[in-house]
């Protein structure tokens, strides 16, 4: 199952050290636009930063991957505290296998997490590493995206009906 994440969760808020624990994660490969904060937006959703708090305290170790351009991400991933790979060219392994080659883990202890099937998810299953699909915080109003949603709703059953569009 190509497109089939191995979890699929509400948002990043809904992982926990328990889930982490239970699943011998060690390192999380964090999408950014719509996983961490809206596309665009050089603020982070509401919680994401007590949540990498408690990820940190926790020795999670954690790096953001995303496609976007560096002007972009760096600005945010410094907000955060985390280190980054932008450019990440996914649904390509190569930025997955960098960030978790830096984080110093195996790939086997680590997740993917993102809010794309056709770059987060797929990226995660061409790198070996496993997926965790997230909604989006919120949808967007741009015909790039509903054309993605929509294709994505065709493939995986997403419903978005029921989520916020801003």
């Known amino acids: 199952m190509l497109f089939k994440p191995r979890f699929w969760l509400k948002n990043v808020l809904a992982i926990d050290e328990d889930f982490l624990r239970e699943n011998n994660i060690t390192a999380m490969v964090l999408d950014l636009d719509n996983t961490l904060s809206m596309h665009g937006n050089p603020i982070p959703e509401e919680g994401v930063t007590e949540w990498l708090d408690k990820m940190r305290a ?5 790096r ?5 351009t560096n002007k972009r991400v760096a600005p945010l991933a410094a907000k955060l505290g985390l280190p980054f790979t932008a450019n990440g060219a996914k649904p390509l392994p190569f930025g ?6 830096a984080m110093g883990v195996k790939r086997r202890d680590c997740v993917v997490i993102g809010d794309q099937i ?19 915080f919120h949808l967007e109003k741009t015909w790039t995206f509903r054309l993605k949603r929509k294709i994505e709703a065709m493939v995986f059953h997403r419903d978005y009906s029921k989520l916020e569009v801003k």
Do not use: H
């Open 58 to 62: 926790a020795g999670i170790r954690m």
């Open 64 to 68: 953001v991957v995303s496609n976007n």
């Open 96 to 101: 997955i296998w960098r960030a978790v080659k």
């Open 118 to 136: 056709f770059t987060d998810v797929l990226a995660g299953k061409f790198s070996g590493v496993r997926t965790i699909l997230v909604e989006p």
